[in-house]
């Protein structure tokens, strides 16, 4: 945000305010201060497009505590010109990235669905709608998602309403990507379309909410997902404050770390701040954890035996000999020498 | 395919379903193609995950159908999915195979290991080679197994040059190759030579290969391979060094059983059949 500072006593809209400046959004925390403080945590990031991400990440995200997570299908970043693009993609979200985190002992879910902006090609948005109920009913698909507005086009309206009637048949829960822009609004529409179809607001995962949906979210029922991603979206700061002030309940954080800058990181990071600030284990569980699991696991393909009887295995023995630990590679991070054998 | 094998499938899947899944897998399986497609995919969503046991007169009834056919150590899931597969009518070429291209197109990685567990049950055999190859290609590590280990395709389909591909994957992969159905019949004259290549960058960087490896070489040994005979008695792995002697007293070349007969101890130990590559299977 551009700051326009000037002497005025009666400061602009635009302006910072002293208070502001000493209580910033979103905070960055290095892993030698922090590490301690997350100890013994498990966390499950519902939200993160690993496609865009750095065996580095896994390894990071593996080390921090991070058990599981869902991929939800999303647009990647410029649009698809044929049906072929996007059945590889959905086939690499159940196939390859799934393999990838294996690897890196982190379990692997994703949701399927037809994302807003790729839903305003119309003709190539009626071949996708044609293939998805192939996707969607497959083994560590959790839900439809993410499904609902970008621009708020009669086109995205249609599809999203669509692919929830697809979710009712399947049984699935559905991750609702809420609009960058005119948010409030968008929310507001997403949660009417969902309810108006018929759909328990108890199987609905309302994402990148901020300060201003989240009450009407949790009040109508909905599940709340917060995306940690400083300057777009939330900072961790302002998130450790909706907790203080909503409780845990039906609250989840993610990262939705993708193609741009973002943080695979961000939840316990989020974590270690919560500590920080006093906030008990038992919510931080919650809203890290437990909560996303409760929420996607409707769908019954959560088993967390998957991931928690894992935890801290070896993986070399585990995910024996394969391409990512090529010729003895070691899967943990061993940044810190010079050799590279 | 035989109408047997369909049979004896299902008996083990009937030990290891309740009514309620058996009653499920039966009506998909006799369902239509698209149906039985879904049902393919939704496995999962229908079937307990358990690990299937197939006592040895069952698995010794799968081998005589099909020799080298083993489905111990699969989950029922992927049990069920094969068996489904069988159950799709094959009279009509185009439209058959049509269908189990859809189900490679989209499938995701546990599908792929059923799909390619199934070929050695598929109509049309010689359709599915490309697919075969391609698993080879995998980077997946269960993808390539199942086309890799315990598969009895391969060596009847691979040509040489596809079948030295999955071999030398195997062993690059530290993959154990005791598991791949067929190595010994499938031995030849290349891949010795290009193991021994593989052996010699593995030892410039510092690394080694397992010592079993070393039984595709015996039998086509020659004056180069001999160098890696010594080399690895000169080992300071006990392991290479039985290799060496295995693969010098199957060789009936010469120079390899005067090599040989330096090593009297090894030499005895291999002459009594107290030593065998089995010893170094692991």
Same mark, same amino acid.
């Given at each position: 945000?551009?700051?326009?500072?000037?002497?005025?006593?009666?400061?602009?809209?635009?302006?910072?305010?002293?208070?502001?400046?000493? %209580?910033?959004?979103?905070?960055?925390?290095?892993?030698?201060?922090?590490?301690?403080?997350?100890?013994?945590?498990?966390?499950?990031?519902?939200?993160?497009?690993?496609?865009?991400?750095?065996?580095?990440?896994?390894?990071?995200?593996?080390?921090?505590?991070?058990?599981?997570?869902?991929?939800?299908?999303?647009?990647?970043?410029?649009?698809?010109?044929?049906?072929?693009?996007?059945?590889?993609?959905?086939?690499?979200?159940?196939?390859?990235?799934?393999?990838?985190?294996?690897?890196?002992?982190?379990?692997?879910?994703?949701?399927?669905?037809?994302?807003?902006?790729?839903?305003?090609?119309?003709?190539? /948005?009626?071949?996708?709608?044609?293939?998805?109920?192939?996707?969607?009913?497959?083994?560590?698909?959790?839900?439809?998602?993410?499904?609902?507005? @970008?621009?708020?086009?009669?086109?995205?309206?249609?599809?999203?309403?669509?692919?929830?009637?697809?979710?009712?048949?399947?049984?699935?829960?559905?991750?609702?990507?809420?609009?960058?822009?005119?948010?409030?609004?968008?929310?507001?529409?997403?949660?009417?379309?969902?309810?108006?179809?018929?759909?328990?607001?108890?199987?609905?995962?309302?994402?990148?909410?901020?300060?201003?949906?989240?009450?009407?979210? !949790?009040?109508?029922?909905?599940?709340? /997902?917060?995306?940690?991603?400083?300057?777009?979206?939330?900072?961790?700061?302002?998130?450790?404050?909706?907790?203080?002030?909503?409780?845990?309940?039906?609250?989840?954080?993610?990262?939705?770390?993708?193609?741009?800058?973002?943080?695979?990181? %961000?939840?316990?990071?989020?974590? %270690?701040?919560?500590?920080?600030?006093?906030?008990? @284990?038992?919510?931080?569980? !919650?809203?890290?954890?437990?909560? /996303?699991?409760?929420?996607?696991?409707?769908?019954?393909?959560?088993?967390?035996?998957?991931?928690?009887?894992?935890?801290?295995?070896?993986?070399?023995?585990?995910?024996?000999?394969?391409?990512?630990?090529?010729?003895?590679?070691?899967? %943990?991070?061993?940044?810190?020498?010079?050799?590279?054998? | 395919?035989?109408?047997?094998?369909?049979?004896?499938?299902?008996?083990?899947?009937?030990?290891?379903?309740?009514?309620?899944?058996?009653?499920?897998?039966?009506?998909?399986?006799?369902?239509?193609?698209?149906?039985?497609?879904?049902?393919?995919?939704?496995?999962?969503?229908?079937?307990?995950?358990?690990?299937?046991?197939?006592?040895?007169?069952?698995?010794?009834?799968?081998?005589?159908?099909?020799?080298?056919?083993?489905?111990?150590?699969?989950?029922?899931?992927?049990?069920?999915?094969?068996?489904?597969?069988?159950?799709?009518?094959?009279?009509?070429?185009?439209?058959?195979?049509?269908?189990?291209?859809?189900?490679?197109?989209?499938?995701?990685?546990?599908?792929?290991?059923?799909?390619?567990?199934?070929?050695?049950?598929?109509?049309?055999?010689?359709?599915?080679?490309?697919?075969?190859?391609?698993?080879?290609?995998?980077?997946?590590?269960?993808?390539?197994?199942?086309?890799?280990? +315990?598969?009895?395709?391969?060596?009847?389909?691979?040509?040489?040059?596809?079948?030295?591909?999955?071999?030398?994957?195997?062993?690059?992969?530290?993959?154990?190759?005791?598991?791949?159905?067929?190595?010994?019949?499938?031995?030849?004259?290349?891949?010795?030579?290009?193991?021994?290549?593989?052996? +010699?960058?593995?030892?410039?960087?510092?690394?080694?290969?397992?010592?079993?490896?070393?039984?595709?070489?015996?039998?086509?040994?020659?004056?180069?391979?001999?160098?890696?005979?010594?080399?690895?008695?000169?080992?300071?792995?006990?392991?290479?060094?039985?290799?060496?002697?295995?693969?010098?007293?199957?060789?009936?070349?010469?120079?390899?059983?005067?090599?040989?007969?330096?090593?009297?101890?090894?030499?005895?130990?291999?002459?009594?059949?107290?030593?065998?590559?089995?010893?170094?299977?692991?």
């Amino acid at each position: 945000m551009c700051l326009n500072h000037n002497d005025t006593a009666n400061p602009s809209h635009f302006e910072q305010s002293e208070e502001a400046l000493n %209580a910033p959004a979103h905070r960055d925390i290095a892993w030698n201060d922090y590490k301690d403080l997350i100890k013994g945590m498990r966390f499950f990031d519902p939200h993160i497009h690993m496609v865009s991400r750095t065996t580095d990440d896994y390894q990071a995200m593996n080390q921090a505590g991070i058990v599981a997570l869902i991929e939800p299908a999303f647009w990647v970043g410029q649009p698809r010109t044929g049906l072929s693009s996007f059945k590889d993609y959905y086939s690499s979200l159940v196939g390859w990235e799934r393999f990838r985190s294996s690897q890196f002992g982190i379990k692997h879910y994703c949701t399927m669905g037809l994302n807003s902006r790729e839903a305003n090609n119309e003709p190539l /948005a009626e071949q996708v709608m044609e293939i998805l109920p192939l996707y969607i009913y497959k083994e560590g698909v959790v839900g439809v998602g993410e499904i609902g507005f @970008d621009d708020q086009t009669p086109a995205e309206e249609k599809y999203y309403r669509l692919q929830l009637e697809l979710a009712k048949d399947a049984k699935l829960p559905v991750q609702v990507h809420t609009p960058h822009r005119d948010k409030k609004k968008g929310t507001e529409r997403s949660m009417a379309i969902a309810l108006e179809h018929g759909i328990d607001p108890s199987w609905v995962i309302v994402d990148h909410n901020n300060e201003e949906t989240v009450k009407s979210v !949790l009040d109508q029922g909905f599940w709340a /997902a917060f995306t940690i991603y400083p300057f777009t979206k939330m900072g961790n700061e302002r998130m450790v404050k909706v907790v203080e002030q909503y409780g845990p309940e039906r609250i989840m954080i993610n990262s939705a770390a993708d193609w741009g800058i973002s943080d695979p990181l %961000a939840i316990p990071k989020t974590a %270690a701040l919560m500590k920080m600030r006093g906030i008990s @284990d038992e919510a931080i569980r !919650l809203v890290t954890y437990q909560n /996303a699991i409760d929420a996607f696991g409707k769908s019954g393909q959560i088993d967390v035996t998957d991931f928690e009887a894992a935890y801290a295995v070896d993986q070399t023995e585990k995910f024996h000999g394969n391409s990512i630990l090529r010729g003895g590679q070691q899967p %943990a991070p061993v940044k810190d020498f010079l050799v590279i054998k | 395919m035989s109408d047997i094998i369909k049979q004896k499938l299902w008996d083990i899947i009937a030990h290891h379903t309740s009514d309620n899944e058996a009653e499920w897998l039966r009506q998909k399986g006799s369902s239509t193609p698209l149906e039985l497609m879904t049902a393919f995919v939704a496995a999962p969503r229908f079937l307990t995950k358990k690990i299937v046991t197939a006592d040895e007169q069952a698995q010794a009834a799968l081998n005589l159908e099909i020799p080298g056919f083993s489905v111990n150590g699969w989950s029922l899931v992927r049990l069920s999915r094969v068996w489904l597969l069988t159950q799709l009518d094959p009279s009509d070429k185009e439209e058959y195979v049509k269908n189990i291209e859809t189900l490679f197109d989209t499938a995701e990685m546990n599908e792929l290991v059923a799909l390619y567990s199934a070929l050695p049950l598929l109509s049309y055999p010689d359709q599915w080679l490309f697919r075969a190859t391609d698993a080879v290609r995998s980077n997946m590590g269960f993808v390539f197994d199942a086309i890799a280990l +315990h598969n009895p395709y391969p060596e009847k389909y691979f040509s040489e040059l596809a079948w030295n591909q999955l071999v030398l994957k195997t062993i690059f992969n530290d993959k154990p190759i005791h598991f791949i159905e067929g190595l010994e019949n499938r031995m030849n004259e290349k891949l010795a030579m290009t193991l021994s290549d593989f052996a +010699h960058e593995r030892w410039s960087a510092g690394r080694s290969v397992p010592a079993q490896v070393w039984r595709l070489v015996g039998k086509h040994m020659n004056a180069s391979l001999l160098n890696d005979m010594q080399h690895l008695f000169d080992s300071a792995n006990e392991d290479d060094r039985k290799a060496a002697a295995l693969a010098c007293a199957e060789s009936g070349f010469p120079s390899a059983n005067y090599l040989l007969a330096k090593y009297t101890d090894l030499e005895k130990t291999v002459k009594s059949g107290a030593l065998t590559w089995a010893d170094l299977e692991h």
